[in-house]
C-alpha cells in the first residue's frame, strides 16, 4: 500500500543498487573482476549479503554502460574491450573536450558568451577561481599517482579531475557523457596494462591543462588533450598494451 514506509523503501533500494553498481564498477577497475569473467546475480548478492532486486538493477545498470555484457541463459560477465574499442573512445572524447574548451574559451562564440554569462565562468569570478583551484588540487594528486604507477590512484583522482572540470561548463549532460567515456577507457586500460611496471609513463599534464584554461588559450587546450590522447593510444598500441 503507498505511503510513507514504501517510498523509504524505494528510496534504500535505490541508494543500495548506487552503491553495488559503484563497487562492482571499482572492482573491475582495479582489475579484481577480470574481462570476460563470469558471475551471476544470486553469487553477487550473496557476496554483499543483499537481495537479488538492486543486484540485478545494478548489474543491469553496468550493461547499459558498457562495463558488463548480460547473458539471458548464463547471468553477466565483464566486457573485454579491444584497441579498437579504445580508438573509438579516444576519438568521441577528444570531440567532446575539444567542443567544451572551445565554447567556453571563444570570445567570438555567441553561445559561448551565453554560456559565460549565465554561468558567470570567468577567471576573474571567485566560484570560477574556487573551482578550478579544486581541479588543480585533483589534477596535482593525479600527476603525483602517475609517476608512481599507481594506477588504483590515479583512476580515482583523474575521474574527479575530469568530472569537476567538465562540470564548469554548465552542461550535465554532457559532463555525464564525458564521465561515462572516461571510465569505460579506464576500464581498456586496466585491462590491458594492469601487469605492467608503469612509473613515469602515464599522462600526467593535468595542471598545465588548468592553467592553459585559467589564461583562455584554447589552441594550447586542444594541443595538450590532443597530446594526451596519442600519448595513451600510443601507450595502449604499443608493445607494453599488447
Same mark, same amino acid.
Given at each position: ?32 573482476l577480470?574481462?570476460? *569473467? ?8 550473496? *557476496?554483499y549479503?543483499?537481495?537479488?532486486t ?12 558498457g562495463l @558488463? ?35 567556453? @574559451? ?5 553561445i ?46 583523474d ?14 549532460y554532457?559532463?555525464?557523457? @564525458?564521465?561515462?567515456?572516461r571510465?569505460?577507457s ?13 612509473r613515469?609513463r ?32 600510443? @601507450? ?7
Amino acid at each position: 500500500m503507498p505511503g510513507t514506509g514504501g517510498g523509504n523503501g524505494a528510496v534504500t533500494r535505490s541508494t543500495l543498487r548506487q552503491q553495488i553498481a559503484d563497487a562492482l564498477r571499482d572492482e573491475v577497475l582495479a582489475g579484481r573482476l577480470q574481462p570476460g *569473467q563470469e558471475f551471476t546475480v544470486k553469487e553477487i548478492a550473496e *557476496q554483499y549479503g543483499v537481495s537479488a532486486t538492486p543486484v540485478r538493477e545494478a548489474l543491469v545498470d553496468l550493461s547499459a554502460q558498457g562495463l @558488463l555484457d548480460a547473458d539471458q541463459h548464463r547471468g553477466f560477465r565483464v566486457h573485454e574491450y579491444s584497441t579498437a574499442d579504445y580508438r573509438g573512445m579516444i576519438e568521441a572524447r577528444a570531440l567532446v573536450t575539444d567542443g567544451l574548451f572551445r565554447r567556453y @574559451l571563444d570570445e567570438k562564440s555567441a553561445i559561448g558568451r551565453a554560456a559565460r554569462a549565465a554561468l558567470e565562468v570567468r577567471a576573474d569570478n571567485p566560484r570560477t577561481a574556487a573551482v578550478l583551484a579544486g581541479v588543480r588540487r585533483r589534477g596535482e594528486e593525479a600527476q603525483r599517482a602517475a609517476a608512481a604507477g599507481d594506477l588504483n590512484i590515479l583512476i580515482g583522482y583523474d575521474l574527479r579531475f575530469w568530472r569537476e572540470l567538465s562540470n564548469l561548463f554548465g552542461n550535465p549532460y554532457l559532463a555525464d557523457f @564525458l564521465h561515462r567515456l572516461r571510465v569505460q577507457s579506464w576500464v581498456c586500460v586496466v585491462q590491458h596494462l594492469r601487469t605492467e611496471d608503469l612509473r613515469g609513463r602515464l599522462w600526467a599534464e593535468h595542471t598545465v591543462l588548468v592553467d592553459a584554461l585559467t589564461r583562455r588559450d584554447p589552441d594550447a587546450a586542444h594541443a595538450i588533450v590532443t597530446a594526451y590522447n596519442a600519448h595513451s593510444l600510443a @601507450l595502449i598500441e604499443g608493445p607494453a598494451g599488447r
